[in-house]
């Protein structure tokens, strides 16, 4: 299943990522700044802000989405 994960850094999106790659899941992880991320092996990176539907609908070819991001 290809997963993508809103608030992937978060400790919870962080743990989604986490056990998502651990079953065997495509996952992307949506984030604000990609340069700023230590991304897992095997994990895609979208960046963007989630408040974007715009930004959001560019990694649009997923099976399921987490929503794990917090506004703030």
Do not use: I, N, S
Request: net charge negative.
């Amino acid at each position: 299943m290809r997963v993508l994960v809103l608030g992937a850094v978060g400790r919870t999106g962080g743990a989604v990522v986490r056990q998502a790659r651990t079953v065997g899941h495509q996952v992307t992880a949506f984030v604000h700044h990609a340069g700023a991320y230590d991304r897992p092996a095997g994990v895609a990176v979208a960046e963007g802000d989630a408040t974007d539907a715009d930004a959001v609908d560019a990694a649009d070819a997923v099976d399921a989405v987490a929503a794990a991001a917090v506004g703030g």
